[in-house]
């Protein structure tokens, strides 16, 4: 009889987030400053992702993306990258406001 070694076949450990709340990591006066652009640049129809990185948030890179997940977190941006992107009515209202109402 032979016995034949067994490899102990090591298994990766499972990664990636274990739940729990994700917040937006821009603070809400910066947001806002980004709204007022989103919503210039937005007004006639919805913009391209490439458009609203450039022209909105400033960064193509991974910051822009951080920055346009924190507008659709705190409700200033609609849409997806098949759609386009286009400011919510939030976003608009804000934009609207007189300068005392912020």
Known sequence: MTTSPTKNVRQMPKGGRKGG????????VDAISYAH???SKTHTAPQPQDVILSGVVGSKGGIGAVRMSAL???GFLKGDVKTNFSADTLAKKI???PPDEL
């Open 37 to 39: 652009k989103l919503v």
């Open 21 to 28: 709340s994700v917040f937006p990591r821009v603070s809400l």
């Open 95 to 97: 934009s609207a406001a």
């Open 72 to 74: 659709k977190q705190y």
